[in-house]
Structure formats: C-alpha cells, structure tokens
C-alpha cells in the first residue's frame, strides 16, 4: 500500500472529509494521543477520503488507503494484513455503502474512532435519471459534522445496501464527493474535527482546510460558469455516479445501466436511450476510466452517439485525465461543455 502517497490537493477532499469529521465527534483524544505523538494513523477507504485526509492533515497525518490505485472500489476485498491495519488505526475514514467488504471489516474492527462520511452530510434517493430541478439545493447541513457515532445510527437507514443500489430501490446514492458544494461542506467539518483532536496543529489545520475550502468553491464556480448556457441538458453515462453533480448544475443524468458500470443493458434500455438522445439532443455516451468501455461503444455505435469519459472519481491512475480531484473534476467540466454544447 502507498501509505504516504502523495495525492493532490483538492481531490480527494469531500470523502475524506467525512471521516475525519465524525471520528473526531466520536474521541479526541484517543486520536490525539495516537502513537505518542507521532502522526495520527489515518485508514481511508478510498480515494476521495485519502486526498482529504492528507490535504487537511497535512504533515500531522499518516494516510494508509485501502483500495489501491486502478482497482474499483465497489469489488475491493479486502487481505488479512490490511484488516489488521484497520484495527491499528487512529482513524478510520470510509463512506458506508460504497464497499461492503470494508464495512463489514470496519464493524469487527472495534476500532473507536471510525467514520462514516455518509454522516456528515444529507444523501439523497437518485434513480438513473436525475434532474437538477426535482430537488431543493440548500440542504441546511449546518451542526451535522458533530454527529459521530450519533449520526452513523441517525444515517444507517441511508445506507443499506451493497453500495450499487443508487436510489433505483429505495437507497441512497453515495457519490457526494462529486458535487464541490457537498465537498466543501464536509472539508469544514473535518478541519474542525481535527482541530479538536489534535489542539496542538489546530492552526495548520484550519489553514488547510480553508484552503482547500477555496479551491473547492472556484471549481464550483467553474462549473456554475461553463455549464450555464448548454445546448442540451442531459448526459447519459455508463455508471449513475452523477446525480449530485447532476442536481447541483441543473442537468439531467442519464443511466444506461443504472448502477453496475459494467452491466449489460437490456434491449429495451438501449431503446429507451436512443429515444432519449433524440428529443433531448444528447450527443455523447460516456464511460469511465476504472470500468470496461465496452457498453458505452456498444450503445454508441446503436445509436450513432459519441463517446467520451466522465471520471467519477473513485480512484486516480495513470489514466486518468488529471492527476487529482480538482485536475479530473475540470477534465469532467470540458468534456460536459463538448457534449453538452455549453459555451
């Protein structure tokens, strides 16, 4: 495992975030006291909680994640060595429902002082087609980052599921890492977590978080800029990650398969999407780079689309268009500017 892998700043910043917030609820000083002062053992479950906790953390964190780079996070099993790591952590970083075997290993690893991001803010039911107008953009989430444990119990009915279940059966859709607003919100609450666990670098603390505050507010800027005049609103992809970006920007997202990026769609999906992509005008189907191609290629040549990749973040590789979260969420902005036609 990379445990000191060096991930940019601003991606990972939204997931993370979460953790860290409600451990820090849960016992300050434990955490504080981890390793005698030496840096605070931080376990994340995968990227978007990496790059949070190393950005907010900053030098007073040791970062460990336990999905590796390339792998998809929604099939990660977990060895024998990295269970044990879990229980030897000062915190544990990981957002319920995303990945059944890290919960599962999370809840026998009675560790105190774990996380889950799905506590820090308000999930949402997203089906595979989602409208930025069905919902209400301030959500209030003010005092939810001192939730802790409290809030895991308040949150647990959001989050049932195997992690592949966006909203089309009831359950919530976990992907809030890819709205810049919902990051942000979760990056104060971290800060604040961890001010508290850690009073000494409280200061460097906060300084990273509002930092990162910044640079999670200009690329919502940027996005509420390029996407403000588009030809045509809905986008369809290959894996339903974006109902939040989807929502946030008022664009409609289109699930081919829904959920599983790498399902086959049934013939009269394929249809359905074809009738779509004429009378909206959508011009692209989009993949992503963690999962096969192939249903995106397949729906395309169908239906006389483009494609292209829409990254949802769950892990950066060498293939991946930028090399953090801020980096790939503007590579997602152009390529929703091309296919939407947005000037």
């Given at each position: 495992?990379n445990?000191?892998?060096l991930i940019?700043t601003?991606a990972?910043?939204?997931?993370?975030?979460?953790g860290?917030?409600a451990?820090s609820?849960?016992?300050?000083?434990d955490?504080?006291d981890g390793g005698?002062?030496d840096?605070?053992k931080?376990?994340?479950?995968?990227y978007p909680?990496?790059f949070?906790?190393?950005?907010?953390?900053g030098?007073?964190?040791?970062?460990?994640?336990?999905t590796k780079?390339g792998?998809?996070?929604?099939?990660?099993?977990l060895?024998?060595?990295?269970?044990g790591?879990?229980s030897?952590s000062?915190?544990?970083?990981?957002?319920?429902?995303?990945q059944?075997?890290v919960?599962?290993?999370?809840k026998q690893?009675?560790v105190?002082?774990?996380?889950?991001?799905?506590t820090?803010t308000?999930?949402?039911n997203?089906g595979?087609?989602?409208?930025?107008?069905?919902h209400?953009?301030d959500h209030?989430?003010?005092?939810?980052?001192?939730?802790?444990?409290?809030?895991?119990?308040?949150h647990?009915?959001?989050?049932?599921?195997?992690g592949h279940n966006h909203?089309e059966?009831?359950?919530?859709?976990p992907h809030?890492w890819?709205d810049?607003?919902k990051?942000a919100?979760?990056a104060?609450?971290?800060?604040?977590?961890?001010?508290?666990?850690?009073?000494d670098?409280?200061?460097?603390y906060?300084?990273?978080?509002?930092?990162l505050v910044?640079?999670?507010g200009?690329?919502?800027?940027?996005?509420?800029t390029?996407?403000k005049n588009p030809?045509?609103?809905?986008?369809?992809t290959t894996?339903?990650?974006?109902g939040?970006?989807a929502e946030?920007?008022?664009?409609?997202?289109?699930?081919?398969?829904?959920?599983?990026?790498?399902a086959?769609?049934?013939?009269?999906r394929i249809?359905e999407?074809?009738?779509?992509?004429?009378k909206e005008?959508?011009?692209?189907?989009f993949f992503?780079?963690?999962?096969?191609?192939k249903t995106?290629k397949t729906l395309?040549?169908d239906?006389?689309?483009k494609?292209g990749?829409?990254d949802?973040l769950?892990?950066i590789t060498?293939?991946?268009?930028?090399?953090?979260y801020i980096?790939v969420?503007?590579?997602?902005?152009a390529?929703l500017?091309?296919?939407?036609?947005a000037?």
């Amino acid at each position: 495992m990379n445990v000191r892998r060096l991930i940019p700043t601003t991606a990972v910043a939204g997931a993370v975030v979460f953790g860290l917030t409600a451990l820090s609820a849960c016992s300050t000083s434990d955490a504080a006291d981890g390793g005698n002062g030496d840096k605070l053992k931080v376990t994340a479950s995968f990227y978007p909680m990496q790059f949070l906790a190393e950005r907010i953390g900053g030098e007073h964190v040791a970062v460990t994640s336990l999905t590796k780079p390339g792998v998809e996070p929604h099939d990660l099993e977990l060895t024998p060595r990295q269970i044990g790591s879990i229980s030897e952590s000062d915190y544990v970083l990981y957002l319920k429902g995303i990945q059944p075997a890290v919960d599962d290993a999370i809840k026998q690893s009675g560790v105190k002082n774990t996380v889950d991001a799905a506590t820090l803010t308000t999930l949402e039911n997203h089906g595979s087609e989602v409208s930025g107008h069905d919902h209400d953009h301030d959500h209030g989430h003010e005092g939810e980052e001192e939730h802790g444990h409290e809030g895991e119990e308040a949150h647990e009915e959001h989050s049932e599921g195997d992690g592949h279940n966006h909203g089309e059966e009831g359950g919530a859709d976990p992907h809030i890492w890819l709205d810049p607003v919902k990051y942000a919100e979760v990056a104060k609450g971290v800060g604040k977590s961890l001010e508290k666990a850690d009073p000494d670098h409280a200061a460097d603390y906060k300084k990273n978080t509002d930092a990162l505050v910044a640079e999670l507010g200009e690329l919502n800027t940027a996005y509420e800029t390029g996407l403000k005049n588009p030809a045509t609103k809905t986008f369809i992809t290959t894996h339903s990650a974006f109902g939040y970006l989807a929502e946030r920007y008022g664009l409609t997202q289109q699930g081919i398969a829904g959920i599983d990026p790498e399902a086959e769609p049934s013939p009269a999906r394929i249809q359905e999407i074809h009738t779509i992509a004429e009378k909206e005008k959508a011009t692209t189907v989009f993949f992503e780079t963690l999962a096969s191609d192939k249903t995106a290629k397949t729906l395309a040549k169908d239906t006389g689309l483009k494609t292209g990749v829409l990254d949802p973040l769950e892990g950066i590789t060498e293939k991946s268009q930028g090399a953090d979260y801020i980096e790939v969420m503007e590579s997602n902005l152009a390529a929703l500017q091309k296919a939407l036609g947005a000037k």
